[in-house]
């Protein structure tokens, strides 16, 4: 699978170390950013083509929601999960039939995140 490559968005840093490290261990290369705007401006640049995004919901300056909307207006098709630690409901199903792929519920093992990379 070293031929996929994932974009984590999340503003805390251990949980981006933690995601960084079971992607590596599933030999799948991945870029790490702390903010939506930050997201923004790795799929912008496309210099990187990535094949999904695992974004976390709540962060501040700009959540979830808004990123995801940015990020699915500059490329529709690039599949995003939403990752968070506080269960499904409103946002998460709007999100849902917004286009988002799927969400992962926080903590979760290293074989669902195979899943869903596999799902690829």
């Keep these: ?8 968005v999340d503003d805390e840093a251990p949980v981006r170390e933690t995601l960084k490290e079971m992607l590596d261990i599933l030999d799948i290369s991945s870029v790490t950013v702390g903010s939506g705007p930050e997201a923004i401006v790795q799929v912008e640049n496309k210099e990187q083509t990535f094949d999904c995004v695992l974004l976390d919901l709540y962060m501040p300056e700009m959540d979830g929601l808004e990123t995801f909307e940015k990020l699915h207006e500059i490329n529709p098709e690039l599949k995003i999960y939403i990752v968070s630690g506080y269960g499904e409901g409103d946002v998460t199903d709007e999100l849902l039939e917004k286009g988002a792929a799927g969400v992962l ?16």
Excluded: T
């Design 1 to 8: 699978m070293a031929d996929k490559c994932i974009l984590l």
């Design 105 to 120: 519920a926080k903590p979760f093992r290293i074989r669902e995140l195979q899943e869903v990379i596999a799902a690829l």
